[in-house]
């Protein structure tokens, strides 16, 4: 399953930015899901909870973002919000675009506990 390998890398990321801040484990994630990011959202959900299992992030929550596809219009310069089946310009409808945003996936934001270590 793609989406386990992503949600390992995840995990692998999650120990990183933990490691960095010196906290204890992780509360909660934030990942931002692009539209045109390929990943399936609920194969995520359903990968995540077996990633994290007897990691520092075991129990976290997972929060999703979705984002959606953002192109750029060659033509007239407009950004718009088109259908993903049916990618082109709102404002002149030109099929001339540049994808601007839809296409990460990336943590948003981690909430840490504060490390209560005995050393
Ligand atoms: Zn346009």
Redesign the pocket.
């Known amino acids: 399953m793609h989406e386990l390998s992503l949600a390992q890398a995840l995990v692998e990321q999650l120990e990183q930015i933990r490691a960095k801040e010196h906290a204890g484990a992780v509360v909660s994630v934030t990942v931002n899901i692009g539209a045109l990011s390929g990943v399936d959202r609920g194969a995520f959900e359903f990968a995540f909870p077996i990633a994290v299992d007897g990691t520092v992030a075991a129990g976290a929550t997972l929060v999703i973002v979705e984002s959606p596809v953002v192109v750029t219009?060659?033509?007239?310069?407009?950004p718009?919000q088109p259908a993903l089946d049916d990618i082109?310009?709102?404002?002149?409808?030109?099929r001339?675009?540049r994808i601007t945003d839809g296409r990460d996936f990336l943590i948003q934001s981690v909430e840490l506990q504060e490390r209560e270590g005995n050393h």
Do not use: N
């Open positions: 219009c060659e033509e007239c310069g407009q718009s082109h310009c709102a404002a002149c409808g030109s001339k675009v």
